[in-house]
Structures are given as structure tokens and as C-alpha cells.
């Protein structure tokens, strides 16, 4: 499983595409971390509407968080936001994208992840950060 997430980790930055139809958090200053939600490796659906990347902490270029953001799937107005950061030393907040309660689920023992129907940016916006 570790070796999953680096290898999504390390996958992510070139999936980072232009801008895709309809997405409501769209814009200039985003399009750089819209994700392709047609292709992520491994996943044989369209994941929808989402954002990844590296941002930098301050000004010190050698420290940054990973993050993917999920937009709510729900269309009312809200602007609350999860931000999920997964406890534990060395623990990838992508194990509660993955393994927990994200779009995308990787269960154990399949060679592929579904989509999950019980996803928390059903009901939330939602970021996991690492
Ligand atoms: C997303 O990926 C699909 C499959 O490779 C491709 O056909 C489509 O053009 C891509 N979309 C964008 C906006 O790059
Ligand atoms: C980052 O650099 C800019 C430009 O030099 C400066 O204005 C800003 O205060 C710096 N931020 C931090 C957190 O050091």
C-alpha cells in the first residue's frame, strides 16, 4: 500500500492537465492543478472534478505539503471545507483518500480502485494534505 501511494504521489504532477469542461473551481489561478479526472492510473471511471499538487510553505522552496482537493459534488451553495490530514508518523493523508472515505478507493486485494459511492465530498468539500 505504501508503495501505491508513492507511486501515485510521484504519478500526480504529470496528470496535472489544462482545464476541463465545467468545473467550478476552475480558473486561471487553478488550472495548473486541475486533475485529468478521465486519467488517473488505475482508476477506469471518471473520477470528476479535481485538484492536486505541491505547494510551497512560505518562501523556502525545500519545504512543501502535497494536496488534492476534492470540490462537493452536492451543487448548494456551501462554503465549508474539510481538511484532512491522516495522524501517525510517516502516515499519507492519501490513506483516507484511498483507503478511507475518498472518491477513489483502492480495497485491499483489487488490482484497481472503485469509486465510492459513501464519499465524503458528497457531502463536503474536501481536502487531504500531506
Ligand atoms: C483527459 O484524459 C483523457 C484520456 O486520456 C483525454 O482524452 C482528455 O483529452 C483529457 N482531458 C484534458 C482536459 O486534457
Ligand atoms: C516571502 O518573500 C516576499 C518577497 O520577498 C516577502 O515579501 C515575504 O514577506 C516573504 N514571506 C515570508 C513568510 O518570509
Known amino acids: 500500500?505504501?508503495?501505491?501511494?508513492?507511486?501515485?504521489?510521484?504519478?500526480?504532477?504529470?496528470?496535472?492537465?489544462?482545464?476541463?469542461?465545467?468545473?467550478?473551481?476552475?480558473?486561471?489561478?487553478?488550472?495548473?492543478?486541475?486533475?485529468?479526472?478521465?486519467?488517473?492510473?488505475?482508476?477506469?471511471?471518471?473520477?470528476?472534478?479535481?485538484?492536486?499538487g505541491i505547494l510551497p510553505l512560505g518562501n523556502d522552496t525545500n519545504s512543501n505539503l502535497f494536496f488534492w482537493f476534492w470540490p462537493n459534488t452536492d451543487h448548494t451553495p456551501r462554503e465549508e471545507i474539510v481538511i484532512w490530514l491522516n495522524g501517525g508518523l510517516g502516515c499519507s493523508s492519501l490513506g483516507g483518500l484511498l483507503k478511507e472515505h475518498g472518491a477513489i478507493l483502492w480495497p485491499s486485494g483489487l488490482p484497481a480502485l472503485v469509486r465510492n459511492p459513501w464519499s465524503w465530498h458528497h457531502i463536503s468539500n474536501i481536502v487531504y494534505i500531506d
Request: aromatic share 16%; glycine share 6%; proline share 4%.
Open 1 to 52: 500500500m505504501y508503495q501505491q501511494m508513492q507511486l501515485i504521489t510521484f504519478l500526480l504532477p504529470f496528470l496535472l492537465l489544462g482545464c476541463t469542461e465545467a468545473s467550478r473551481f476552475s480558473t486561471s489561478n487553478t488550472a495548473k492543478f486541475v486533475v485529468n479526472g478521465s486519467f488517473i492510473p488505475d482508476v477506469s471511471f471518471e473520477a470528476g472534478e479535481s485538484y492536486a
